[in-house]
C-alpha cells in the first residue's frame, strides 16, 4: 500500500525558512494535502492540490512538488508555526480507495 | 457551517467494541458526493485513515483494520458511527471524525476529537 514518508523532526531560528519533505513513490501523480496540528487540537489543512492555499493561511506558508517529493515551505517562521505537519494523499486509483498520512513532521522554533 | 462532533465512551475494555457516533449540523451527510470518514492518532503518534463511508452508503476501509471495522450512516438523525472490534491497548487514541468532497481528496471540516482508552 502507499507508503508516505516525512522527517521526525525539522528544528530552524525564528525569522528563516522552514521546508519540510513528504516522499511517496505515487506522489508525482496524485495531489499533495498538508495539515498543521497543533497540541491537543484536531489538524488544520494549511495547504491543497501541492501549493493552494485556504483562505485564511498566510502566504508564508507554502508547497511544491518534483517528482515523488513534495514540500512543505514555511518562511519567515514565527513561535506560533510550532506544530505537527502531516503530508496527506488520496489513492483514488484502484477499486479499493485509500486516504493516505505521512508519520507527521513536528517542526521546532529553535 | 458543517461541523462535526464526536461522542462515545472514553474507556473500553480489551476484546470488546469500541463505538463512537459523530454528529453532523449545518450539513447533511446525504450530500451528493461527499464522504464521512473516522481518522485516529494513538498518544504521541501520528494520523492514521481508518475508513469513510461515501453518501450513497459505500464503504472503504485501512487494510490494516478491514477485518475489524465497520462504518455506518443513519441518515434520520445525520450521523455515522464507527465500530471497531477485538479492541486492544493498542487502539487506544483520539478518534476523530471528518468529511472530505469526492473533488478535493482532504478533509475537513474535522471534529474536535474523542479520546479513548482501552483498558480494563
Known amino acids: 500500500s502507499y507508503v508516505l514518508t516525512q522527517p521526525p523532526s525539522v528544528s530552524v531560528a525564528p525569522g528563516q525558512t522552514a521546508r519540510i519533505t513528504c516522499g511517496g513513490n505515487?506522489?508525482?501523480?496524485?495531489?499533495v494535502h498538508w495539515y498543521q496540528q497543533k497540541p491537543g487540537q484536531a489538524p488544520v489543512l494549511v495547504v491543497y492540490?501541492?501549493?493552494d492555499r485556504p483562505s485564511g493561511i498566510p502566504e508564508r506558508i507554502s508547497g511544491s512538488k518534483s517528482g515523488n517529493t513534495a514540500t512543505l515551505a514555511i518562511s519567515r517562521v514565527e513561535a506560533g508555526d510550532e506544530a505537527d505537519y502531516y503530508c496527506?494523499?488520496?489513492?483514488?486509483?484502484?477499486?479499493?480507495?485509500?486516504?493516505?498520512f505521512g508519520g507527521g513532521t513536528k517542526l521546532t522554533v529553535l | 457551517q458543517l461541523q462535526l462532533q464526536e461522542s462515545g465512551p472514553g474507556l473500553v475494555k480489551p476484546s470488546e467494541t469500541l463505538s463512537l457516533t459523530c454528529n453532523v449540523s449545518g450539513g447533511s451527510i446525504s450530500t451528493r458526493s461527499y464522504y464521512w470518514g473516522w481518522i485516529r492518532q494513538p498518544p504521541g503518534k501520528g494520523l492514521e485513515w481508518i475508513g469513510t463511508i461515501y453518501y450513497s452508503g459505500s464503504t472503504n476501509y485501512n487494510p490494516s483494520l478491514r477485518s475489524r471495522v465497520t462504518i455506518s450512516a443513519d441518515t434520520s438523525k445525520n450521523h455515522f458511527s464507527l465500530k471497531l472490534d477485538s479492541v486492544t491497548a493498542a487502539d487506544t487514541a483520539v478518534y476523530y471524525c471528518a468529511t472530505c468532497a469526492e473533488w478535493v481528496g482532504w478533509f475537513g471540516p474535522w471534529g474536535q476529537g474523542s479520546l479513548v482508552t482501552v483498558s480494563s
Open positions: 492540490d501541492d501549493a
Open positions: 496527506q494523499v488520496w489513492d483514488s486509483t484502484t477499486d479499493h480507495l485509500n486516504w493516505v
Open positions: 505515487k506522489i508525482g501523480s496524485t495531489s
